[in-house]
Structures are given as structure tokens and as C-alpha cells.
């Protein structure tokens, strides 16, 4: 049935005889390992299509949309994750296989003539293979993609001439946007992928018309090892193919994708390409005032130059020179190892940088905060940068780092010499270990206020104290029994000899009553030396509606109030 | 391939002259709003006025004297077809001198475009990029940038202290509005 099938579909197609073509293909020389890339480039290829075309379902290109529907593809979509890390992994996997292609290319000398064109053709598989990596990586708008690129970009706006209007016309305006999104999209899904496959298609066909490059071995040694490339050449490329998936897999499954947070044209981020593009980021450092084109345009145009070239190069001077295209191949090997050297040094300077080591750090802070806050009912339609700004525990913390971490120092600064910390302030943590020693430098240590005594008395009574006060925060868990009976302490046990819980204040100790509440908080920052608070006691600045208007302080509480329920920062 | 006898020569070369013809003018014509659309973007923009008024960053004494202070530059923006009525365009490191002038420095390196940060210890604005320096006055020390930063007009309204944006194109020693 299926033998008569197969008979009537090859009257019709022929695919028989295509088949036979395929598979029967003769390898002079025989099977080898060293001819697996071809192949594994392509599977990759494939991959990247495939994976790439179900992202696609799910990316929308534009400026308020592109990353909160990157995050929701790593977080909403079913293993949307892992199919992220595959494309992710794979484009690094699919430079390295083309690097050993071309050397074992280069090695074999398959530029030499009747190869060159072929030569010329895998030339410009690469340059589109990079091109892809290149816009591939702003599109999900993140920081990294849109910095990164942004130097990408402003490269091309050096080009003598036509420069300036050459980055306008990449990024589809003068300044990045909706339409540079658009721009960089189509090229990374439409046009790049097309031209990808049409010269793929040329590549192929020509290296069946001239075959492989068999090694140097006299004719009849290879006709007597010569094989077809099925079985065993189609059972090494698949093997060392599967071998690359297996490990972009892996590398996909246990470390994903990177997704940094939202782009934002206002910040400082460490501006670091992909790691194939760091030599070339690298010889951007070396060329001042004025050489620059050197480092962005001439050495690399010279480079890939010669690397297109080297066919043409060979034709010309092999007469002269024996075994040129060894030492044409030596020549690329080394300048390929200075490459890699350039971006080992990029990695290196990076390394031994603190203030790279602190910025990577903060973007990688923001990242986690945006995808936090993203996790909490998703992206306004605005974009996601308004998720910071509507947040007012992140304004907040903002507004507290520039304004009041001038005195209230980060908790972990060492040695503490700053006011009262803040981080987990109103916390129980925090309010029991205030009790038991008000005058350590996190707290009252640092000031002139010295009249609140450490608390001596049994555990039981000072966690009860502690659960009294932190009811006054206006805290949804509170133990109501145990606060209750820490009030009958509060009386007892002598607080209420300074303190007060009128809400009106004596001027000996602050007023308790809604002590770490938003209102407490607000009230004492605008008017820190009122009798509800500290009276004369008061060493704290007071913020009026100038030095912290209105909407800052009402973050500023609101991120005071929520440090009740964190840890805190010192030992 | 056998050619019908038919066709006299010449008939024949003149019926593939005009099939060229007639492919290239479907190509000709195809191609007309393609590239129309493709070289859009190169147009002049055209000029909007909401978009160059000045931008609000603060009140007088919310600035040291003497330490820059880096603000968001927060405007309506429209870009392309959508408009977003609070967005970040930029920033900037703004100083307030001690005659209560004020200093403003665009925050985009003028090499490739990377955010400069203020180093605190050594009092130089440093870009993380290609490690380019500048002075707290903006002058350019070392690094591949090829000018200092490029300073932006303040204007002190009353209380209030406001920034010209533009933007500069970079890599080039002069100076270019973009
Ligand atoms: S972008 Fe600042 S040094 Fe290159």
C-alpha cells in the first residue's frame, strides 16, 4: 500500500531521485567530524525560525508594548520561558558554530578557486547571521538592548557624510522610538531571515556542485575511502547537531534569558552589546579625539574586507608564494585569536572595575523591581515606565535616597554614623531591639537624644511591649491579646512617664499613639520639633511642602509605612 | 531549447526587449511607495512647539550649591502615532553656582551616546561606555569622546528652575542640534 503510494507520488514529483541526490551524495575521503558545522549551523537555523515564529505570536513591537510582552512571555506564557532561553542561547550558539565553520573552511582552503564564490557566500551568511544578532536584541526594549544599540546606531551616524542621515534612516527618526522598534522588527523577522535562507539555498547548491574540499591525500587513497554522505556522514552531523541542542537546552533551562528592566532614556546603564560584539566594543576605547572612524569603521571594514577578500587575495599571489592558503589560514587564525583577545580585555576591564561591578548590580535591582511590579497586575498601557512612577513605594525609595539618606544613612553603611536608620523601621524587629538598646548607632546612638532607657525587663514583657507599639502602626497582623497586654505594661513598667498616647504630646518623649502610622510619619516629617514629637529634644530638620512637596511625601510615608513588614539591614 | 520557427529574429528580440520593458515597469512602480515610505523618516520632522517649550525640573533651593544633581526631563511626547503625556525624554546633571546661577549638562555622552554618572570621589562626570571623562564644568578630559558635554540653557522662572532639551549629535567635535 504505502510501496504503491510511494510510486505514484514519485511519477508526479520525482522526489525519489531528489532523495537519492540527497543522500548518495559521494564524500571523496569519507565520513569525517571536521564537516558536521555546515549542518549544525543549519539545524540551528532552524531552530531559531521556529522558536523565533512562536515568540512571535506573543512580541508586540512598539515602545509601551514590546517588553511587558517580553515579561509576559517569560511569565504568563507556558514554558514561554524556556522558549525565550532557547532563541536567546541559540544565536550565541549559531556565532560559535559559524567561527568553527569558517575555521575548518579556511584550514581545508575551500576559498581556493573553483570555491570562491561559495567563500563569498558564506561571507555574507555571516554578516546577516550578525545582523540578526544585532537587532535582535533591542527588541525587547529592555536596557540592555535599547544602550547597546544605541551605540550600534550612533556608529553608523559617524560615517562620514551621509552618516547623520544613515542613523536616522536605521532608526526611523532622530531619536529612538515607536518606528525604530518597527524598523529593527522587520529586519529581524522579515528581511533578515528572507535573504538568511535565499543565500543559504545558493550556499548549499554551490557546495553540492563542487562538493567538500577533500583533505590532501593523493586521488586514489580518497576514491578507496570515498562513501556516500548516508549513512555515516548524516549520522555525525546529526549527532554533533543534537549534541548543540542539548546544550542550548540546558543553558535555556537553568539560566533562561536575561530581560533587564524597562528601556528609559533618563538613566544611566552600563551599556554592554552581546559578548560577540565586544571586541569590537572594545577597540571603540582605544581611538581619541578625532581617530575614532578607525576603531568604529576602518579597522573592521579592513578586517571583513580581508576576510572577503582572501579568495581573490590568494588568486592573485599563490603562483609567488607556495602553500599560500596556509599561511593565509595561519593569518586569519591569529587575527581571529586578537579578537577574541580584544574581548577577553573588555571582560577583564569590566572585572576589575567596582563602579561596573555596583551599576550591574543596580540594573539587575531594577530588573527584579520591574518585574515585580509588572507581576502585580501587569503593565499600564502608558509603558512601563509608569510602573515606577505610579508605585509609590518605588518613588518613595527614591525620593528617600536623595532626600533623607543624606543624614538617615543606608543601614548597611559601616561603620553606622548617620541618624536613626530607616530600613525595616516600625518593624516588630526593629522595635524590640530599640527597646533593648535605644542608644545603639542604627538608632538614637548617632544623636544628642540620650533620655530613653534600655528596656531590662523578662522577654515575655518586651515582646509584648513590641506588639503594643506595633499596633499603633495601623498593622493588619497584629496579635490583638498580646498588645493588649503589652498596654497594661506600658503603664506599668514606666513608658508612660515621658511617653504620651493622647495624640496631643507632653514634650518629654514623642506621642505614641499611631506610631508608625502614615499619618504619625507625615505629621512628624513636616513639624519633627512639635510637642506631639520631640519638642525641644529635636535635632531633624523639618520638611515643608518646598523641600518635599506634597505627592513626595505622601511616597515617602508610604514607603516608611510598608517598612514595617521588612527585615532589617544590620546585624 | 528549440526555437519556434515561426517567430522571425527580430520579432523575437523586439517581443523580449518589450516583456523587459513591461517587468521593469512593474518593478519601477512597485518600488515607488516602497521606498517612499522606506526614506520617510528622513523627512524633516515637522516642528512642534509643545515639544521645545522648556521643562520644569524643580524649584531653586531644591539644589545644592555647587554639587550636580541629575533630574528626569518629563514632558509630553508624541512619537509616531502615539502620544504619552508624561514621559521621560532624557535628563540632566543640573549645578546651582553660588551666584545662584545655574549650569546644566545633558546627560548623553557625546561619543556614542551611553549616560554619563557623577564619580563622587574623584569630582568628574565618568561615562561607563568607553570610560570617556569630564570635568564638573563639562570640559573633556580623556576618553574616545571627541567634545565635552553639551550643556543646556537654564532658565530661572521666580522659584522655578526650567531646562531647554535638545539633543546633540554625537561622535563630532562641533556641536549639532539633532
Ligand atoms: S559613549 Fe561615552 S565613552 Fe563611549
Given at each position: ?39 549544525a549551523v543549519t539545524v540551528l537555523i532552524l531552530m531559531q525560525a521556529a522558536t523565533g515564529i512562536a515568540l512571535e505570536l506573543y512580541y ?7 517588553w511587558?510582552s517580553v515579561n509576559y512571555i517569560e511569565t504568563q506564557v507556558m514554558l514561554g520561558s524556556l522558549l525565550r532561553g532557547i532563541h536567546h542561547w541559540g544565536a550565541s550558539a549559531i556565532v560559535v558554530v559559524v ?30 547571521i550578525?545582523?540578526l544578532a544585532?537587532?535582535g536584541y533591542?527588541l525587547p526594549?529592555d536596557?540592555k538592548g ?42 529581524h523577522v ?49 549527532a554533533v547537531s543534537a549534541v548543540g541542542v542539548g546544550v542550548i537546552f540546558y543553558l535555556a533551562w537553568r539560566l533562561g534569558a536575561p530581560l533587564e ?13 552581546e559578548w560577540y ?87 539587575h535591582?531594577?530588573a527584579m523591581?520591574?518585574r ?200 | ?178
Amino acid at each position: 500500500m504505502l510501496k504503491r503510494f510511494d510510486a505514484w507520488l514519485d511519477s508526479r514529483t520525482g522526489h525519489r531521485a531528489l532523495l537519492h541526490a540527497a543522500l548518495y551524495e559521494n564524500v571523496p575521503g569519507g565520513a569525517r567530524w571536521r564537516y558536521v558545522f555546515g549542518s549544525a549551523v543549519t539545524v540551528l537555523i532552524l531552530m531559531q525560525a521556529a522558536t523565533g515564529i512562536a515568540l512571535e505570536l506573543y512580541y508586540s513591537p512598539s515602545t509601551t508594548d514590546a517588553w511587558a510582552s517580553v515579561n509576559y512571555i517569560e511569565t504568563q506564557v507556558m514554558l514561554g520561558s524556556l522558549l525565550r532561553g532557547i532563541h536567546h542561547w541559540g544565536a550565541s550558539a549559531i556565532v560559535v558554530v559559524v567561527a568553527l565553520h569558517l575555521l575548518q573552511t579556511l584550514w581545508a582552503g575551500a576559498f581556493r578557486a573553483p570555491r570562491e564564490l561559495n567563500w563569498l557566500a558564506g561571507f555574507i551568511l555571516l554578516q546577516i547571521i550578525l545582523g540578526l544578532a544585532l537587532t535582535g536584541y533591542l527588541l525587547p526594549w529592555d536596557q540592555k538592548g535599547y544602550w547597546a544599540t544605541q551605540v550600534a546606531t550612533s556608529i553608523a551616524g559617524t560615517v562620514p557624510l551621509i552618516g547623520p542621515k544613515l542613523q536616522t534612516f536605521l532608526q526611523g527618526g532622530t531619536s529612538y522610538g515607536n518606528l525604530t522598534l518597527t524598523r529593527f522588527h522587520t529586519l529581524h523577522v522579515l528581511l533578515l531571515p528572507a535573504a538568511l535562507f535565499s543565500v543559504i539555498a545558493v550556499h548549499v547548491a554551490l557546495f553540492r556542485k563542487h562538493g567538500v574540499t577533500p583533505p590532501d591525500l593523493p586521488a586514489a587513497e580518497l576514491e578507496r575511502k570515498a562513501e556516500p554522505f548516508y549513512p555515516r556522514q548524516l549520522l555525525y552531523d546529526t549527532a554533533v547537531s543534537a549534541v548543540g541542542v542539548g546544550v542550548i537546552f540546558y543553558l535555556a533551562w537553568r539560566l533562561g534569558a536575561p530581560l533587564e528592566a524597562p528601556a528609559d532614556p533618563s538613566s544611566q546603564y552600563l551599556a554592554r552589546p552581546e559578548w560577540y560584539f565586544l571586541p569590537l566594543f572594545q577597540l571603540l576605547k582605544y581611538f581619541e579625539g578625532g581617530a575614532e572612524l578607525v576603531g568604529t569603521i576602518i579597522l573592521p571594514g579592513v578586517a571583513m574586507g580581508f576576510l572577503a577578500g582572501l579568495p581573490f587575495i590568494h588568486a592573485v599571489f599563490s603562483r609567488r608564494i607556495p602553500n599560500l592558503h596556509r599561511v593565509l589560514a595561519g593569518a586569519l587564525t591569529v587575527g581571529l585569536m586578537g579578537v577574541g583577545a580584544l574581548g577577553a580585555l573588555a571582560v577583564s576591564a569590566d572585572r576589575s572595575d567596582p563602579a561596573v561591578a555596583a551599576l550591574a548590580a543596580k540594573a539587575h535591582e531594577e530588573a527584579m523591581e520591574a518585574r515585580r511590579l509588572a507581576s502585580m497586575g501587569g503593565v499600564p498601557a502608558s509603558g512601563p515606565l509608569n510602573l515606577y512612577r505610579n508605585d509609590p513605594l518605588v518613588w518613595g525609595h527614591r525620593v528617600v535616597v536623595s532626600q533623607c539618606q543624606k543624614c538617615h544613612n543606608p543601614c548597611d553603611t559601616q561603620p553606622y554614623k548617620g541618624s536613626p536608620c530607616l530600613e525595616g523601621y516600625a518593624s516588630r524587629a526593629w522595635i524590640s531591639r530599640f527597646l533593648r538598646n535605644p542608644r545603639a548607632p542604627h538608632f538614637f546612638g548617632n544623636t544628642k537624644i540620650d533620655d530613653m532607657e534600655a528596656y531590662t525587663g523578662p522577654q515575655e514583657s518586651a515582646d509584648a511591649l513590641t506588639e503594643f507599639i506595633y499596633s499603633q502602626g495601623g498593622r493588619p497582623d497584629v496579635t490583638v491579646a498580646l498588645a493588649k497586654k503589652g498596654e497594661e505594661l506600658f503603664e506599668s513598667e514606666g513608658c508612660a512617664s515621658c511617653h504620651t498616647l493622647d495624640g496631643v504630646g507632653s514634650g518629654l518623649g514623642p506621642d505614641l499613639k499611631g506610631w508608625g502610622s502614615r499619618e504619625w510619619s507625615y505629621a512628624f516629617i513636616r513639624t519633627p520639633d512639635a510637642t506631639r514629637f520631640f519638642g525641644e529634644l529635636n535635632e531633624m530638620e523639618a520638611f515643608d511642602h518646598l523641600r518635599l512637596p506634597e505627592e513626595e511625601l505622601q511616597a515617602v510615608t508610604a514607603w516608611l509605612h510598608a517598612q514595617g513588614s521588612q527585615p532589617l539591614k544590620f546585624p | 531549447m528549440s526555437e519556434p520557427s515561426t517567430t522571425p529574429p527580430t520579432r523575437r528580440s523586439f517581443l523580449s526587449a518589450l516583456t523587459v520593458l513591461l517587468g521593469g515597469a512593474i518593478t519601477a512602480l512597485a518600488s515607488i511607495p516602497v521606498l517612499g515610505s522606506l526614506f520617510s523618516p528622513l523627512r524633516a520632522a515637522p516642528a512642534t512647539g509643545a515639544a521645545d517649550a522648556p521643562i520644569p525640573v524643580g524649584t531653586v533651593s531644591e539644589f545644592p550649591v555647587g554639587v550636580p544633581r541629575r533630574v528626569e526631563l518629563i514632558r509630553s511626547v508624541t512619537d509616531a502615532w502615539s502620544r504619552s503625556d508624561a514621559t521621560t525624554v532624557g535628563a540632566a546633571w543640573v549645578t546651582r553656582n553660588a551666584d545662584d546661577t545655574f549650569t546644566a549638562f545633558s546627560t548623553i555622552c557625546p561619543h556614542l551616546g551611553c549616560g554619563v554618572n557623577l564619580d563622587k570621589q574623584r569630582n568628574i562626570f565618568a561615562c561607563p561606555c568607553h570610560t570617556s571623562a569630564f570635568g564638573l564644568d563639562g570640559k573633556f578630559q580623556t576618553g574616545p569622546a571627541p567634545r565635552g558635554l553639551d550643556p543646556l540653557q537654564v532658565e530661572v522662572r521666580g522659584k522655578e528652575v526650567l531646562i531647554h532639551y535638545k539633543r546633540f549629535k554625537q561622535g563630532t567635535p562641533e556641536r549639532e542640534t539633532v
